[in-house]
């Protein structure tokens, strides 16, 4: 497996590559890489001739009160893990590397709905995903791109600017991947003593118990959310950053859940801010 | 010549040449062509397989009381220059199929130097130019792209994003095509009268009587705007909207000429607005 430190050594190795006429499939990650990811590197591996790897803590995207400096690195045991899901190629630059002096180039996605969830609750965290998601699609020249289902409107900020800039990239979404438990796995989830490992169960669960609710034929989307918050309640530890529903995957406000819809939460246990979501589709 | 309407039709055009081994050649326009345009074309195509010229004029790259529907369109004409000039194909949609409903992602070049000269006036002009160029860049697949000097700052702001995001392409910038009379080639230069035109030639003679200056050894950059304001005010008809010496291509503030600058001017003739520069190197 190759190891690209710098832009200009993830060009050289993506021109060759596409040279050869391979298919180049590219997962960016920030690392602290778990189960979730892997798959994705797996599906990769499914759909391209050659798989690129980023892992890259994306200062752009961090607020300034968020973990920038506390987010988990640990390239090494990464390594091992993507080396293991046959991966090519990882690239690992440091920031000064993607953005030198001068830098000034932002990609502003400005839908209403990349205010929402994730998006209200952190300005600016969208602009910086969009700049650099862009900035690594054109540097592995990725004919294919795979994210998580996790980071949900993440992936409709990123579907929205693939297809308003047109680029040449495919992107594929890969549905979440949860521990025995129900936790949805995150790299965040390191940050969990036991005793909150337990209580963030909660997310899932809430959850999953609307999902039985409208499985049982509640389409009524007030109802549904009511459901979720007071699961969510019932547990002391958890503090609820946002519980939404809506369509997907523009995320507009819908009374009734017709067609796609995403139910979808952040919340806080202890200091952790975790989120999770489900699509329901009638 | 082939005439390419919708995204999807110039999509399909370029994926074929790409599966063919093409290198294709891009010259973004607004139409209304003249000899600056068709060296462009010309330039493409000593450099390129296939040459495609693209004629949009970008309602996004207007101000709200800007010439957006007074811009002269001539399609027909401008196919049968682009024809004569050897050019491939032309991309020529509608505003609605570029900008479809939804579409809310913008490119920001947020650098101090898109606030000067021209970014100053125009506000958003800059933002609207990163955003079509990257878009038709994506669309057509585009090896190189071409850029007349005379909308200098254009390629400084081009440079610079192609360069933030990794676009992987490269940026031609062709030196300005000008009349017999010194005057630059403009698709504005239409709007002007006969004595218009002829009050119109004050603005290449004072970057060319500047120029002189400073190849006579003034490199003072305050002596040598002196001599541009002063020549500029000798013409009554002719009102300055600026007239800046700065470094190129990072238009930084400079007191003297070292390496390479730009002395750049647009200045009012009627209700017409005209810019013209010389880069100057010591």
Redesign the interface.
Known sequence: MKILYT?HEI?EYAVEQKKAGKLIGLVPTMGALHEGHLTLMRKAREAADIVIASVFVNPVQFGPNEDFDAYPRQFEEDCAKLEAAGVDAVFHPEPKDMYPD??????????DFTKKLCGGQRPGHFRGV??VV??LI??A?ADKAFFGQKDAQQVCVIR??VE?????VEINMVPIVREDSGLARSSRNMYLSATEKEAALVLSRSLRTAEKAFNDGISDVSELKRIIVNTIKEEPMAVIDYAEIYSFP?LEEISKIEGEAIMAIAVKIGKTRLIDNIILNL
Do not use: H, M, S
């Open positions: 832009q060009k001068g830098f000034c180039t932002y990609v502003n996605v400005e839908g969009a700049t862009t900035k054109n540097l020249r929205r600017f308003d800039l047109a680029i040449p523009g």
